[in-house]
């Protein structure tokens, strides 16, 4: 084994190429370094100094931000009037119906295509459309259906004589609209990651199954839910962080009205930096967002690895 | 033939009521899923009164097609330049990131070197970091050079929006190339940047077609750095744009609907081509993470 592998490595290097690999990912690590790197740790840097709009500089003029410390970090997390813990909430509260939603419908679509049956790519086509849509223009198709005044929602409660409801103007349904807009969004990658896991299944496993006698229900509690472990367990994570971190949707849908009653960390961080310019404020949000982001996936590995079967 | 015999014999077993069930979800389902574009696609084709009117009608009495005639010729052809910067900052980003990808899925691919496993883990963490904690520092960085409203600055910012992806699903690719024709290759006298050039590249065109598609995607439908970084009105990138439609004092919903629909359907029509190759090249980019 161990010989077969180093002749696989003398194959795949040869000796004396060394410098040639790098030459392949220079171009590659140049522009991550620029455009990822390099902002990540500007950005930590920020959020201890007190730049803004006329200190961050410009193409004739040197920066002139100084470094102030904790200061940021003091304000927002102790400080009484900082909104940091109820937009915490409300995107606590997004992330978790959003993605529940996306890999509850996910995972009902994919176990009912599973099963060949004519028309199934018909439907798997369909089911597929909103991946393919801009997540702006779902937010502004959606936002449209919930217009107020003459929207399609409205519409219809008014056919069957209902009162119609101020989506956008009201908490519960702003947040409502806007998680209805990205369910919409988010599911089909859940369904068609989870469709792939279940192709992975040994028909055998199934089969040896029904020979025992076990039930179709039986059946996907013993086989199915577990050998699609794997997979939920990763897009579960990828949906989670997509999810904190969706800009677009709230953005357009509700604005993060009424009264910052929808905004999320990421929309929030945003509007303090490009709305008010508070540059300094808004990176430490970053900085707070990339900390918990990075302290929930690390406890949700180390859960998901010690429940391992 | 057996197979085929025993999936239908487990389907014939179905009971009925579960077959219903089953037919009834996917048909919610898939309304559910098309609905809102046929929605907009229905707005587009209604005139200003039938939009504000109490009456609720999926399929216009008067379909109204000079919609779209008056979103492309409203303000000097406004949307047309639109429709150009994100077309030109789509295909650079596109020819850009297909060099980035290729020659880094190339190393990865057929090197085996330090630091190869952390690169490629790197390379999946850079999709967890927020990108609000990114775009200020890009900003700044914009001001300094004097990029913003370019089309530079913005193909460069989004270059490696989508690297990531296309590097594992070209190595995906370049992986299932046979290491003899390299092999002849070098017996041959051939570089390693020759056999890149000549061999790797033209065996693995579909691979990159599919992975310059989806940095095209990438780049039509990204919003916030097209949001903060064009932000004069001639630069506008088709979102912003309809951004600005839409928050307008009076928005003109079957206008809107309208620019979205020439928006989307580009982008619907080359992803439902490409979507099969795309699906397999995502996932095992996802669950390799």
């Known amino acids: 084994m161990a010989e077969a592998i180093k002749a696989q490595k003398k194959q795949v290097g040869p000796a004396g190429t060394g410098w040639v690999v790098w030459v392949f990912l220079a171009p590659a690590i140049l522009a991550m370094g620029l455009t990822v790197f390099y902002p990540l740790i500007k950005g930590i840097w920020f959020s201890f100094t007190d730049i803004d709009q006329y200190s961050m500089g410009n193409a004739f003029e040197a920066p002139s931000y100084q470094f102030i410390g904790l200061e940021n970090y003091k304000e927002i997390l102790f400080s009484g009037d900082s909104d940091l813990l109820r937009v915490l909430g409300q995107t606590v509260l997004w992330t978790v119906v959003n993605v529940s939603f996306h890999f509850g419908l996910g995972l009902m679509f994919a176990l009912l295509l599973n099963h060949g049956f004519k028309v199934r790519s018909l439907f798997r086509l369909l089911l597929m459309v909103p991946w393919a849509v801009p997540a702006y223009v779902a937010a502004f198709s959606w936002r449209w259906m919930f217009n107020g005044d003459y929207g399609l929602f409205n519409q219809i409660l008014q056919n069957f004589h209902m009162e119609p409801i101020n989506w956008l103007s009201k908490p519960f349904w702003a947040m409502t609209a806007a998680i209805a807009t990205n369910v919409w969004l988010g599911y089909p990658f859940m369904m068609v990651s989870i469709l792939a896991g279940l192709k992975t299944i040994p028909g055998a496993l199934y089969e040896a199954a029904m020979l025992d006698g076990a039930s179709r229900f039986q059946q996907f509690r013993h086989i199915t839910l577990p050998m699609l472990r794997p997979v939920s367990l990763s897009v579960i994570l990828l949906g989670f962080v997509w999810t904190f971190n969706m800009f677009p949707v709230i953005y357009l849908v509700t604005k993060g009205g009424p009264y910052g009653s929808t905004e999320i960390l990421a929309t929030y961080a945003y509007r303090e930096a490009f709305e008010s310019w508070n540059l300094a404020e808004a990176s430490t949000y970053g900085v707070i967002i990339l900390s918990i982001l990075i302290v929930l996936s690390t406890i949700y590995s180390r859960m998901t690895k010690e429940t391992r079967v | ?289």
Request: charged content about 15%; hydrophobic content about 50%.
């Open chain 2, 1 to 289: 033939m057996n197979k085929n015999d025993e999936v239908l014999t487990i389907v014939g077993s179905d009971p009925l009521g579960f077959r219903i069930l089953k037919y009834t979800i996917l048909i919610l389902g898939s309304f559910y899923a098309v609905f809102p574009l046929l929605w907009i696609i229905s707005t587009s084709l209604k005139s200003e009164s039938a939009v504000f009117s109490e009456k609720l009608e999926l399929f216009p009495s008067e379909p109204r097609f000079a919609n779209y005639w008056d979103v492309i010729k409203d303000n000097d052809f406004i949307f047309l330049k639109w429709f150009g910067n994100s077309l030109i900052v789509a295909l650079g980003t596109t020819l850009v990131g297909i060099f980035f990808a290729s020659t880094a899925a190339y190393a990865f691919s057929r090197f085996r070197f330090k630091g190869r496993e952390t690169g490629l883990f790197l390379f999946l963490v850079t999709q967890m970091f927020p990108g609000i904690i990114l775009v200020i520092p890009l900003y700044q960085l914009m001001v300094r050079l004097g990029l913003l409203n370019s089309y530079i600055g913005l193909i460069i910012a989004y270059s490696t929006t989508a690297l990531p992806f296309c590097v594992f699903m070209l190595k995906g690719y370049f992986d299932t190339v046979p290491k003899s024709l390299e092999e002849a290759a070098r017996m041959d006298g051939l570089s390693h940047f020759q056999i890149f050039w000549k061999i790797m590249m033209p065996l693995c065109i579909p691979g990159i077609v599919v992975t310059g598609f989806f940095s095209m995607i990438t780049s039509w439908n990204e919003f916030m750095l097209a949001l903060t970084f064009m932000s004069e009105e001639t630069k506008y990138l088709l979102p912003v744009g309809l951004k600005k439609y839409v928050f307008d004092f009076k928005t003109q919903w079957q206008l809107v609907s309208a620019a979205a629909v020439m928006v989307t359907f580009p982008v619907l029509a080359i992803w439902l081509r490409v979507q099969t190759a795309l699906m397999s090249g995502k996932l095992s980019g996802s669950v390799k993470g």
